[in-house]
């Protein structure tokens, strides 16, 4: 007799991002909802996985990362944030953001732990912290600018409060925090045990002259911090799974421990390319202004149609209301558009725990012109 699994998450489907990615190939659609560029990453960085490997590295790498990566890393950081973090005992690379993320919640979480995140949440939170037998409070963002409401964040507040979750630039709505949530945050942790996670994988995808808020930037934040990037999102390479986790020395001691017999280590050839490419400042310091302009170029092209923006300060994202055009759930309207109409959306109800109808679907903008022509195209027919 096949034993029967209790499921961990009974909850569970398969990911928005997947469902909609597996609907636009059936039914050839223009793939705007998961979040990945559809142009060709940088043929030079490409050139120097091909050398690493051609050269021999393709062996184990060191279990916390490439000690050369770590290093550039650090570099940055400190050019960037005018934070000195150590490269021996303070960074870890890690296979995605994803990954790192998991891990820094496996390490601190134990049963009965609360959690504060944000709704609408990137879709990996919750069942990570649910997974280590802890709690998810959910506290919703303010529409219409998808703020932290911090006097909600106080409330919830209590000694099962193990972290806080901040995501930004955020995803799904590109909304991004500023000093005073800085200020907000540094209140409410003052004097407790409370954690911060920080998911800063679109760091260089900031719009419209903003300065992305490191929580790197604040000892007083970091020194409970577990700060986290993502190579993908950076380089255009989001199948590449790499990334990786800043910490203070004793939190990055116990998820390495956590690491070690998990993944162990990153993949290889990779790590020898960026510790070359990440010398090439450009690279990531232009980014921000090359995707802008795709989020410009997109938003245009849609004020012929009936949708309307939303602000979107960062990252591939931008949400946009379909309030004048149906009154359909945003679940049901992004399966029609995708059948119907040819265009992939996905819907920001996914992205809470309870029912949340707002009329609003997310759009990723990090595509071609081309690409976002022939949607606008399209969407025109609504
Ligand atoms: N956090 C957010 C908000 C994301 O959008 C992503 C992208 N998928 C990740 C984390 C994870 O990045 P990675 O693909 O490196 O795991
Ligand atoms: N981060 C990507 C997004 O938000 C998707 C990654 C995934 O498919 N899990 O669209």
Request: hydrophobic share 40%; aromatic share 12%.
């Amino acid at each position: 007799m096949q034993p029967t699994i209790k499921s961990k998450l009974p909850y569970a489907g398969t990911t928005i991002f997947t469902e909609m990615s597996v609907l636009a190939a059936e039914h050839n659609a223009i793939n705007l909802g998961q979040g990945f560029p559809d142009f060709d990453m940088s043929p030079q960085l490409v050139s120097l996985v091909n050398k690493a490997m051609q050269a021999g590295n393709n062996q184990y790498v060191h279990m916390n990362g490439l000690p050369l990566l770590r290093e550039r890393i650090a570099e940055k950081i400190e050019k960037l944030y005018a934070a000195k973090v150590n490269a021996t005992n303070e960074i870890t690379v890690t296979p995605g953001g994803t990954y790192a993320l998991y891990t820094a919640f496996t390490t601190i979480l134990q049963k009965g732990d609360e959690v504060i995140i944000f709704e609408p949440a990137y879709d990996c939170y919750i069942p990570a912290i649910e997974l280590n037998g802890a709690v998810a409070v959910t506290i919703p963002l303010l529409l219409p600018s998808y703020k932290i409401d911090w006097i909600a964040v106080k409330e919830k507040i209590n000694p099962a409060t193990k972290a806080i979750l901040i995501n930004s630039p955020h995803n799904p709505t590109g909304a991004v925090i500023d000093e005073a949530d800085i200020d907000a945050l540094k209140a409410i942790v003052k004097d407790t045990g409370i954690f911060i996670l920080s998911d800063e994988v679109y760091e260089h995808l900031i719009f419209d002259g903003k300065k992305h808020l490191s929580i790197l930037k604040y000892p007083e934040l970091y020194e409970r911090s577990f700060v986290h990037f993502s190579f993908g999102k950076t380089y255009h390479c989001t199948g590449w799974k790499l990334g990786y986790c800043v910490a203070p020395a004793s939190l990055t001691k116990e998820f390495r421990k956590v690491h070690q017999f998990n993944a162990f280590t990153s993949f290889g050839p990779t790590q020898y390319a960026l510790a070359e490419f990440l010398q090439q400042e450009n690279e990531y310091l232009q980014l921000g202004s090359f995707v802008q302009q795709k989020r410009d170029y997109f938003m245009q092209l849609m004020t012929e149609t009936k949708f309307a923006a939303l602000p979107s300060y960062g990252s591939y994202f931008q949400l946009y209301s379909y309030a004048n055009i149906t009154d359909e759930k945003e679940k049901d309207f992004a399966v029609r558009l995708t059948k119907d109409y040819g265009v992939t959306t996905i819907p920001v109800s996914a992205f809470y725990r309870q029912p949340t109808e707002n009329k609003v679907l997310r759009f990723c903008f990090t595509k071609k012109e081309s690409t976002l022509e022939a949607a606008a195209e399209k969407l025109l027919k609504l």
